[in-house]
């Protein structure tokens, strides 16, 4: 038997609909929005893994099925691959919010599988998989312990939406997911065109009182058919063991968290744990786990401290200090543009790539095919922090950040009618200790000014975190790893000088309120200002020419039905344009021509063979051309290809001409002057006028 529950959210109907399908899942809910439905499972295993997980084994997959859009996936095998960029960061965006929500003690594993079975191609699913989880969730025997829910908004004409369509979108200055419970905020991911700062809060307000209306729905759903929670054992530590440790270890782990350097921190950290499991092995057999288990929370507890009562943090700064900043631009001889961004020790090298069209990137949605002119990728590779791992594709960590980054810098990027090149940028992060995605954004603006793209404005980003005790807090300004580890919220906010553009928030299970949230809005901001000052002394303006090895695009508009002029017959033309002069040439339906070289001169040539095969001839211009043809009453004269016009025997010369094979033979080149055109088209030239012209000491 089925149960349902709706909600009217935004005009639109909410349906939560269980019991029906997939009943051999903890939990299975099916959302519906419009046409656009989702069916989202949740099913944990029945024994928990092995205690030493230091994490919530916890896996989300989130999938767009084709026929949820009425197509057919392409390629040569006709069904479904890997991921898509678009379901990597819905995946993500699910485990966000729900990941916290669990106790630490919770070892089974859990996997939530959200698959879009309907799309209406105007409500986007990612939101709906969210709600479907938390009440896959709540309904299950899974330790879940209320319900999360998430809401878009958007802004046009300066009035917020509530879950905004595709369409409105496009005509949105914001777009903003926020999730939730009913007392707090626990995760934003969102963009926007530099929005003021309070505006975003007032758009996060609004999310807030939709989200408890979608929680309220999940909890009726959950009292009508939802399962009794498993029992999951809490794990104390012993007393006597943590009692003995904080005597003989506290003093050390306080020096180590004073050591500002991440590497020499994370050492000493590590020989306390193996001095500790040691010396105390014998008075407590068996509990070598629990020994570096309480290094841990001794650490987290000493950090917390420290930072509340001695405004202090790791590496000796207040809590709104900012790591010494420097940028270099230039770094690599023979990239179109390249930025060095260092603060404290996080670095990222940014690389700037110009390309023509044929290298915008195809991408297939539910929502139809879509080309793309600018991209952002992300690479962390393990030496940045000091590791050893295998080295693969990218991950859904590169994803994420390189897709907030990416969607930073989007609103700073040109109309490709100004400046009609693709751009890829790419970032390759050679040390971290936090902030890296914040890094990235900084570099990503200044490699491109270098690179000589027209971007509107220079883009920073500041990572801001929170530690909170009750009702003491304390805001951090540009975290770094530890305390986005053992902190509450992890804030990035990204920006010009005007507004924001990008920001993404996470936050642990705890409350923080909307004035907390403003507080930091504001530092960042102030933050935000701080880092663009150092970047500007480094570079505060586009560079005013390309590099020489970019490729020069011209850009030329011509009459649609000339296209088949330019392309000529089998493609013969064009390719004779390509051959004999290196250039790519791309061709519009519009008629919009691109001609990319990389050499200038190369490039000229192209544009003029091109112009010689579309212009119109031009009365009273002068044309060097080719004696195509004689009669006995003139010269037919090719002046433009494919284009000749009748050079009348009376305008041969200045004086009376008997035989027009006395001044011109077939295949001679002459001067002849345009001097009329008919309303069929037919050309009137003159030698006689041409010599004449050409006699004048202005000619």
């Not at 000014?449 to 500041?462: E, L």
Request: charged fraction near 30%; include cysteine.
């Amino acid at each position: 038997m089925s149960n349902t529950v709706e909600l009217e959210l935004a005009g639109r109907k909410l349906v939560l609909e269980t019991g029906k399908v997939a009943k051999q899942a903890s939990g299975a809910v099916t959302v519906r929005y419009g046409d656009t439905v989702v069916l989202v499972t949740a099913v944990a295993s029945e024994e928990p893994l092995e205690a030493s997980l230091d994490f919530v084994p916890l896996l989300v997959d989130y999938r767009e099925k084709s026929y949820a859009a009425g197509r057919i996936p392409g390629g040569f095998f006709k069904r479904e691959g890997r991921p898509t960029e678009k379901e990597i960061m819905s995946s993500r965006q699910i485990d966000r919010p729900i990941r916290p929500m669990f106790s630490k003690d919770f070892k089974n594993e859990l996997q939530i599988v959200a698959t879009v079975l309907s799309s209406d191609q105007e409500n986007d699913s990612d939101v709906l998989a969210m709600v479907g989880a938390s009440a896959a969730l709540c309904l299950s025997d899974i330790p879940f312990p209320e319900p999360v829910s998430a809401v878009r908004i958007g802004r046009i004409d300066g009035k917020f939406v509530v879950n905004p369509t595709f369409s409105e979108l496009d005509r949105s200055d914001m777009d903003v997911v926020v999730a939730g419970t009913d007392r707090s905020v626990l995760m934003v991911e969102g963009g926007s065109k530099e929005v003021h700062e309070k505006d975003l809060i007032a758009a996060l307000a609004l999310a807030h009182e939709h989200i408890g209306q979608v929680n309220g729905i999940q909890t009726r759903l959950r009292e009508m058919c939802g399962k009794t929670k498993m029992v999951v054992p809490v794990r104390e530590m012993d007393p006597g063991l943590l009692q003995e440790m904080r005597a003989n270890y506290l003093e050390v782990i306080r020096e180590a968290n004073r050591v500002s350097d991440k590497e020499k921190r994370q050492d000493s950290i590590k020989r306390t744990k193996k001095e500790a499991s040691l010396a105390l092995g014998q008075k407590f057999p068996g509990r070598e786990l629990e020994i570096g288990e309480i290094v841990n929370y001794i650490e987290k507890e000493d950090l917390r401290r420290m930072i509340l009562t001695e405004k202090r943090r790791v590496d000796g700064r207040s809590p709104g200090e900012i790591r010494p900043i420097s940028c270099e631009v230039g770094v690599l001889p023979r990239t179109h543009g390249s930025a060095l961004f260092t603060r404290g020790q996080t670095q990222s090298l940014v690389v700037t790539t110009l390309g023509t069209s044929l290298d915008e990137q195809r991408v297939e949605e539910l929502e139809g095919e879509s080309w793309k002119t600018y991209m952002l990728h992300y690479n962390f590779p393990p030496f940045s922090v000091g590791e050893v791992r295998p080295m693969r594709g990218p991950g859904r960590r590169e994803i994420g950040h390189g897709a907030l980054a990416e969607r930073a810098i989007h609103p700073m990027i040109p109309a490709s009618g100004e400046f009609p090149y693709t751009i890829r940028i790419v970032s390759d992060i050679l040390e971290s200790n936090g902030s890296s995605s914040m890094a990235t954004v900084c570099g990503a603006s200044l490699s491109l000014m270098d690179a000589g793209v027209p971007i509107k404005a220079a883009v920073a980003g500041i990572a801001m975190g929170l530690v909170k005790e009750n009702d003491s807090f304390e805001i951090l300004t540009d975290i770094l790893g530890i305390e986005d580890h053992l902190g509450d919220m992890d804030f990035k906010v990204t920006g010009t000088r005007k507004g924001v553009t990008a920001f993404q928030m996470d936050v642990k299970a705890t409350h923080i309120g909307f004035d907390t949230l403003t507080a930091a809005m504001e530092r960042a901001r102030d933050a935000r200002i701080h880092v663009l000052d150092a970047m500007d002394k480094c570079i505060s303006a586009p560079r005013s020419e390309l590099s020489p090895y970019a490729p020069r695009i011209t850009v030329i508009q011509i009459d649609q039905d000339k296209i088949r002029d330019v392309i000529g017959p089998g493609g013969r033309v064009i390719k004779k344009i390509t051959e004999e002069t290196g250039a790519k040439v791309n061709i519009e339906d519009s008629g919009e021509i691109k001609i990319a070289s990389y050499n200038a001169a190369n490039g000229e040539k192209a544009l003029m063979m091109i112009k010689s095969l579309t212009e119109d001839p031009e009365i009273g211009r002068i044309y060097h051309g080719k004696v195509k043809r004689v009669v006995p009453f003139g010269a037919f004269v090719e002046i433009l290809p494919g284009r000749d016009g009748l050079v009348h025997i009376s305008e041969l010369e200045n004086r009376r001409v008997a035989c027009v094979e006395d001044v011109v033979r077939e295949g001679d080149m002459v001067m002849v002057k345009v001097i009329g055109i008919d309303r069929e088209g037919k050309i009137k030239l003159s030698r006689k006028a041409a010599l004449g012209a050409a006699s004048t000491p202005d000619a």
